[in-house]
C-alpha cells in the first residue's frame, strides 16, 4: 500500500505565495509521474502541474508562469511552489502519484487527502 501526506495549504492573502508539499510512504517499487490536482468548489477536479520520473512539466495554462512542480525522489516527495497566488486559485489540492507497488507488474494512481489553499482579496 502506499500512503500519501500532504501538507502546507492555509490562507494566504492575494499576491501571496504557498508551498505545497506530498511525501509517499509505503511499499513502492518505483515512482513514475507525480502532480498536482485542484478542485473548487462546484467544479470538476483539474489538473494543476505534474512532473515526470525524468523531470518533465506540464502546467495548466491558468498556473504557468506562476507555480513550479519539482521532486526529490530520494524523498519520494513532490512539492508545487505558487506565486502571485489570485483568489480563483482557491480550491483543495490533491497530490496524485502514479507508482508501482512491491511485487506489482503494473503502476496505480493514489491521492492524497487534499489540503486547502484560500486565497483572499
Known amino acids: 500500500q502506499v500512503q500519501l501526506v500532504e501538507s502546507g495549504g492555509g490562507l494566504v492573502q492575494a499576491g501571496g505565495s504557498l508551498r505545497l508539499s506530498c511525501a509517499a510512504s509505503?511499499?513502492?517499487?518505483?515512482?513514475?509521474?507525480m502532480a498536482w490536482y485542484r478542485q473548487a468548489p462546484g467544479k470538476q477536479r483539474e489538473l494543476v502541474a505534474s512532473?515526470?520520473?525524468?523531470?518533465?512539466?506540464n502546467y495548466a495554462d491558468s498556473v504557468k508562469g506562476r507555480s513550479t512542480i519539482s521532486r526529490d525522489n530520494a524523498k519520494n516527495t513532490v512539492y508545487l511552489q505558487m506565486s502571485s497566488l489570485k483568489p480563483e486559485d482557491t480550491a483543495v489540492y490533491y497530490c496524485?502519484?502514479?507508482?508501482?507497488?512491491?511485487?506489482?507488474?503494473?503502476?496505480?494512481?493514489?491521492w492524497g487527502q487534499g489540503t486547502q489553499v484560500t486565497v483572499s482579496s
Open positions: 496524485n502519484v502514479r507508482a508501482i507497488p512491491l511485487r506489482a507488474i503494473s503502476s496505480h494512481d493514489y
Open positions: 512532473i515526470t520520473s525524468s523531470g518533465s512539466t
Open positions: 509505503g511499499n513502492i517499487f518505483k515512482i513514475n509521474s
